[in-house]
């Protein structure tokens, strides 16, 4: 789906701003530094992940459908263009492309369900992705749920990556909380949807964003992070320090 030469055109990216062209609200330049946005309103992307006690989901399966969560709502009919959810992500796209991972189950899930947004599921987890709110203006129903300490585990061995996938290679040397993994790989999702050709996004959308989600040897962490490929430093506003570099995004390889 893309050659070698397309990958080294893509700079690193400060998640919490980048340059933004007007043109189809699309960002086509990539900066090394941060671009100020403290003077846009706030915004934040909720995103809730269904933990039930006795079924909870493999925590590298909550990560891949959350990543595509965010790309789902980013290229949803709704959000684009004059639909109804386009206005709140065009603003949240201007400012930080802040995210926030809360849990529910049972009947709080069932409440969440029924607010505007898109259910992604995976193999064993389902994710619900709202249209962005103010920072300080959360639904109720949302608000009340938690949205520390999501801890999830493998149960088994991790398959290899497939042709065709995506692969956003987690920072070895970080321990987040998997609700802040998957705000960070959702931050690496968009990222790389952002870098992509028109052309190439739909491929990737109509393939049903296939993408795959691992943390890279440490060897091999240094060099991502100097490939050229979409970054992601984190803001610092939990968990982690600010400016660290939480995820590489790696372009589908090609199938044929």
């Given at each position: ?88 992500v065009r603003a949240w796209q201007d400012a930080r492309i802040r995210k926030v991972v809360r ?15 898109i259910t992604v599921t995976g193999a064993t987890a389902e994710v619900r992705v709202f249209p ?110 600010p400016g660290s570099c939480t995820v590489v995004s790696d372009f589908p390889v090609r199938c044929?």
């Amino acid at each position: 789906m893309f050659s070698d030469a397309k990958r080294s055109l893509f700079m690193r990216a400060w998640c919490p701003g980048t340059a933004r062209s007007a043109k189809n609200g699309v960002r086509s330049a990539w900066q090394t530094g941060r671009v100020s946005s403290n003077d846009a309103p706030q915004y934040v992307l909720p995103l809730v992940v269904r933990v039930e006690k006795t079924e909870p989901p493999e925590r590298t399966d909550a990560l891949e459908t959350a990543a595509r969560a965010v790309l789902v709502m980013l290229s949803d009919d709704r959000s684009l263009g004059d639909g109804e959810w386009a206005g709140a992500v065009r603003a949240w796209q201007d400012a930080r492309i802040r995210k926030v991972v809360r849990r529910a189950r049972g009947a709080e899930w069932r409440k969440a369900s029924q607010l505007p947004g898109i259910t992604v599921t995976g193999a064993t987890a389902e994710v619900r992705v709202f249209p962005p709110v103010p920072l300080d203006g959360w639904p109720k129903e949302l608000a009340k749920l938690q949205v520390s300490g999501t801890e999830l585990d493998d149960t088994g061995e991790l398959p290899d990556p497939r042709p065709g996938q995506a692969l956003l290679w987690l920072n070895p040397d970080l321990h987040m909380s998997t609700g802040k993994e998957m705000a960070q790989v959702g931050h690496g999702a968009q990222l790389l949807w952002w870098a992509m050709t028109d052309e190439d996004r739909e491929a990737w959308r109509d393939a049903g964003f296939p993408l795959a989600v691992r943390t890279v040897h440490p060897d091999r962490w240094a060099e991502l992070t100097t490939s050229g490929l979409p970054l992601v430093r984190d803001a610092g506003f939990t968990e982690i320090a600010p400016g660290s570099c939480t995820v590489v995004s790696d372009f589908p390889v090609r199938c044929d």
